[in-house]
């Protein structure tokens, strides 16, 4: 998605120096489209535990022996990710609900917006739902003290 957004970027940017005629839309589509794009990598980003990291503190805390504070950290880390982005995608059923009644559209009045506002509240939700994973992932790695024998790699993922 984003490299077919990108081409079509520089499609537009060749459009318009060049031959002085652009889609009306076509700004409009690329804003919307990498937008979401970014909201469905969300997801991604989250599973590679790549999202929110906090590196250098981990790594002090793990330097100085601490291991149990770094396995609570993980938890507290994923619980408050998997709130957060739930009641953003919870949330925005209002602002999705409000642009379909009211047939929001873009500057281009082209483009319907309650689409972005669906894959937007997907993204957050999808980004929750891996993150509730990985809370029930930790907690069971903390109970079983598999924080005392992890390696610094693995303790740096928060």
């Known amino acids: 998605m984003l490299l077919g957004l990108t081409l079509f970027a520089l499609l537009e940017i060749i459009r318009r120096y060049i031959f002085g005629v652009v889609f009306e839309w076509g700004q409009d589509a690329i804003i919307v489209g990498i937008v979401s794009a970014v909201a469905l990598y969300f997801g991604v980003t989250q599973i590679r535990r790549g999202h929110l990291v906090m590196n250098a503190i981990v790594q002090l805390v793990h330097s100085r022996g601490h291991y149990k504070t770094v ?74 003290a598999e924080y005392l024998d992890a390696e610094i790699e693995l303790t740096t993922d928060i």
């Open 71 to 144: 396995g609570i950290a993980k938890i507290v880390v994923s619980t408050i990710i998997m709130l957060f982005c739930g009641s953003v995608g919870v949330t925005g059923w209002s602002t999705l609900s409000y642009a379909w009644d009211r047939n929001l559209t873009t500057y281009s009045l082209l483009i319907p917006l309650w689409p972005f506002y669906l894959i937007l509240m997907f993204g957050f939700l999808l980004m929750a739902f891996i993150a509730f994973l990985q809370m029930v992932e930790d907690i069971i790695s903390f109970s079983r």
